[in-house]
T-cell receptor, first 109, second 116 residues
Framework: GQNIDQPTEMTATEGAIVQINCTYQ??????LFWYQQHAGEAPTFLSYNVLDGLEEKGRFSSFLSRSKGYSYLLLKELQMKDSASYLC??????????WGAGTKLIIKP | DTAVSQTPKYLVTQMGNDKSIKCEQN?????MYWYKQDSKKFLKIMFS???????INETVPNRFSPKSPDKAHLNLHINSLELGDSAVYFC???????????????FGDGTRLSIL
C-alpha cells in the first residue's frame, strides 16, 4: 500500500531551527510537496521537490532523497507565526497525491 | 480577488438532509478537487475533475456527487447526510491537472460541516 509517515507533533523555540521529516512509500514517484496549514485555515503550498537535494526558499528549505524515500522541511529563524501543521504529500506514478497526516509544529517563546 | 472560494464557510444541518457546497476558482486552472479533512486533520481526496475526466475515490459513498457547470466551478452535493459526514471540506484547483501534473494545488478556505 501507499503510505506517508511524519511525526504527529513537534515543539521548537522561537529563533531556533527545526527539521520536520517525512518518509514515503508510493507506487512510483513523481515528486513531493510540502504544505503549511494554520489552524482553521486552508493548506498553502510551500515547496515541491522531484530531484535529490536541497531547495532553499527564504527561511524554509526542503530536501529530498529518492533512494531513501525521505524528505525533510527545514525551518530556520523560527517565528511564532510558523506555528502550524506541515503536510507532506507525494505524487505517485498516476500523479495522484498521497497525503500525510501532517506534523503540528508548536513554537514557544 | 480570492483565488479559490467556497461557500458556505459554515454549514450546520440535521441528519438526513441534502446539502450543497459551492466552489469557484478564478485562476484559470484545469482541474478541481474536493477533499475531506476529519478531526484528525488527515486530508482525504474525494474527487478530482477536469474537462476530460472525473476521478472518484472509490471509498467515497455515492451520497456524495460532484457537479461542474463549467471549468471554473465544482460543486459538491451531499444526499442523506450522516453524523460521520461532519468534517471540513476543502475545494482546491491546479493547473494542467489530471494526467502528468506536478502543479501545486490551491485551496479554498474550507466549509465546516456539522451534522446534528
Amino acid at each position: 500500500g501507499q503510505n506517508i509517515d511524519q511525526p504527529t507533533e513537534m515543539t521548537a523555540t522561537e529563533g531556533a531551527i527545526v527539521q520536520i521529516n517525512c518518509t514515503y512509500q508510493t507506487s512510483g514517484f513523481n515528486g513531493l510537496f510540502w504544505y503549511q496549514q494554520h489552524a482553521g485555515e486552508a493548506p498553502t503550498f510551500l515547496s515541491y521537490n522531484v530531484l535529490d537535494g536541497l531547495e532553499e526558499k527564504g527561511r524554509f528549505s526542503s530536501f529530498l532523497s529518492r533512494s531513501k524515500g525521505y524528505s525533510y522541511l527545514l525551518l530556520k529563524e523560527l517565528q511564532m507565526k510558523d506555528s502550524a501543521s506541515y503536510l507532506c504529500a507525494a505524487l505517485d506514478s498516476n500523479y495522484q497525491l498521497i497525503w500525510g497526516a501532517g506534523t503540528k509544529l508548536i513554537i514557544k517563546p | 480577488d480570492t483565488a479559490v472560494s467556497q461557500t458556505p464557510k459554515y454549514l450546520v444541518t440535521q441528519m438526513g438532509n441534502d446539502k450543497s457546497i459551492k466552489c469557484e476558482q478564478n485562476l484559470g486552472h484545469d482541474t478541481m478537487y474536493w477533499y475531506k479533512q476529519d478531526s484528525k486533520k488527515f486530508l482525504k481526496i474525494m474527487f478530482s475533475y477536469n474537462n476530460k475526466e472525473l476521478i472518484i475515490n472509490e471509498t467515497v459513498p455515492n451520497r456524495f456527487s460532484p457537479k461542474s457547470p463549467d471549468k471554473a466551478h465544482l460543486n459538491l452535493h451531499i444526499n442523506s447526510l450522516e453524523l460521520g459526514d461532519s468534517a471540513v471540506y476543502f475545494c482546491a484547483s491546479s493547473q494542467d491537472g489530471g494526467q502528468h501534473s506536478n502543479q501545486p494545488q490551491h485551496f479554498g478556505d474550507g466549509t465546516r460541516l456539522s451534522i446534528l
